[in-house]
């Protein structure tokens, strides 16, 4: 049974930082793509930044591009979200997702998730 782990989130500030991470299990973690993904309460989910699998391609939504930067450590099978500048637009559940194959930000073409931790933005 797949299994993604998402940690890290809280509540911060308004100009903070907080570092997420999301750890894989049962599959090969090397073989996928990873993605992270925000709900805010009353909103579809919405895509906030790819990795391939190698780590050699990178996309951002406008909204978080120069302010989160995603990585990935294939030898701890985890990948991250650094999200600097937040701002209280960015509270949401965040999630991480894994697939195989072509690069998406659509959620239906995901078929593995995360529960989601809760980063919370105060003015």
């Known amino acids: 049974q797949v299994q993604l782990v998402e940690s890290g989130g809280g509540l911060v500030q308004a100009g903070d930082s907080l570092r997420l991470s999301c750890a894989a299990s049962e599959l090969t973690f090397s073989n996928y793509h990873m993605s992270w993904f925000r709900q805010a309460p009353g909103k579809e989910r919405e895509f906030v930044a790819f990795?391939?699998?190698?780590?050699?391609?990178?996309e951002y939504a406008d909204s978080v591009k120069g302010r989160f930067t995603i990585s990935r450590d294939n030898a701890k099978n985890t990948v991250y979200l650094q999200m600097n500048s937040l701002e209280p637009e960015d509270t949401a559940v965040y999630y991480c997702?894994?697939?195989?194959?072509?690069?998406?930000?659509?959620?239906?073409?995901?078929?593995?998730w995360g529960q989601g931790t809760q980063v919370t933005v105060s003015s």
């Open positions: 990795i391939n699998w190698s780590g050699r391609t990178i």
């Open positions: 997702a894994a697939k195989r194959f072509a690069y998406s930000r659509n959620t239906d073409a995901y078929p593995y």
